[in-house]
């Protein structure tokens, strides 16, 4: 396909994305929870909901031609059955969260708290029961917003859910990882569930952080989504922390990336106990 094309076929895409959005937002969502009043129930057939609705708009992005995305593997009984879970993923794209969407089945994530106030993602947040991640409000006591959020976190395992988190915070950079906060980690580590490690690769890159849309690449990427291991309760180490630095030094590993952790000071460290959806 000519890149130019390519270019027309990725601009006309968002604005799919937007009409789409407000549909699934405002019809095909309030539709699928119609008539159930339990809150738990409501959340799981919302989430449910919105996979198949993300199915449909990865098709026809897959149909005209955007990306190749690599048949997955089968899934794990964890996620297939979608019991209790923390699922962390690398993030190399701004469609991460689609196509994780699309290969879950039923997730929970977290969001920019800023996202809940989207008229067009707030009533798929709410109604999925998505989690809202610590902001940056002036004035604010980020550690205490952490750990609201952090038991918010607890909570939706405790009630079966799973919890799809980017431990990153925000997009990789190009063939790298930045530093792990500690949220997902301590989640898994209090509700005592296991820790599912997803690898998303994107080659060639697309979406970078700070990269604008109509830069494409001169081949078709191809996306591929795999269940890299499974940490059981049972096998974690003693602490959040060094959980996480094992598991990251396990994905800079297997990614072959390099280290991009910046120097975060003890306080952003405290408050960082969660993971924003892209950005």
Known sequence: MPKVLRILLTGFSFFVFSS???L???VILPLSVLGVTDPLERRKKAQ???????GVYIGFMRRVGLFR???P??????LAEARPAVVIANHPAL?????????IPQATFLAK????ANPLISPILRLGGHVPAPGARPGTDGVAESRAVLDAMVERLSEGLNLVVFPEGTRSP???LRSFHRGAFEAAIRAKVPLVCVEIRVEPPILLKGQPWYEVPDATPTVSISVREIIQPEDFPPSARRLRKEVRARYLASLGAHDAAGTASPARETAAVSVQAPS
Do not use: N
Request: glycine share 6%; no cysteine; proline share 11%.
């Open 174 to 176: 190009p063939h790298g």
């Open 95 to 103: 469609l991460d969260i689609l196509w994780l969407v699309h290969t």
């Open 69 to 71: 995305l690599h048949k």
């Open 73 to 78: 593997e089968p899934l794990p009984p964890v």
């Open 24 to 26: 699934v937002a405002y």
């Open 113 to 116: 708290a800023e996202w809940f």
């Open 48 to 54: 449910r909901a919105l996979h198949k609705a993300t």
């Open 20 to 22: 789409f959005g407000a």
